[in-house]
């Protein structure tokens, strides 16, 4: 949608990003697509919702629009996200987080990336 330069607010760029009103059914919310898998060759590319579907990608636009950045990442966990940002480390790096943390988050941590 085409805005006329001003500044807009948060709930105008929650509304007005990542998801252009269906012309097939003239949606004006984005509609939640729950299925796993999809149809092979389809216009989004898209082959199992675990590496993306429409919706998460509509989410991650809007996200992104939020604080003015070209992406942005939506994971289904907390364990995904810092499996992921793990990843990112440099071996000379480190993470402080709290003794008391959620189990899982301390032993992944400690048990897996300590060694």
């Keep these: 949608m085409a805005t006329t330069g001003q500044n807009k607010g948060i709930t105008t760029t ?15 919310i984005p509609p939640l697509y729950l299925t796993t898998t999809f149809e092979y060759g389809n216009d989004g590319n898209y082959d199992y919702s675990r590496s993306g ?21 939506a994971y289904s966990s907390g364990s995904a996200v810092l499996a992921n940002i793990a990843a990112l480390l440099k071996s000379s790096e480190e993470i402080l987080f709290s003794a008391d943390a959620y189990g899982g988050t301390y032993r992944y941590i400690v048990e897996v990336l300590g060694h």
Excluded: F, M
Excluded at 53 to 73: H, I, M, W
């Design 14 to 28: 929650i509304l007005h990003s990542g998801y252009n009103p269906s012309n097939e059914h003239g949606a004006i």
């Design 53 to 73: 579907n429409p919706t998460r990608q509509t989410l991650e636009s809007v996200l992104a629009s939020l604080d003015g950045a070209k992406y942005a990442l």
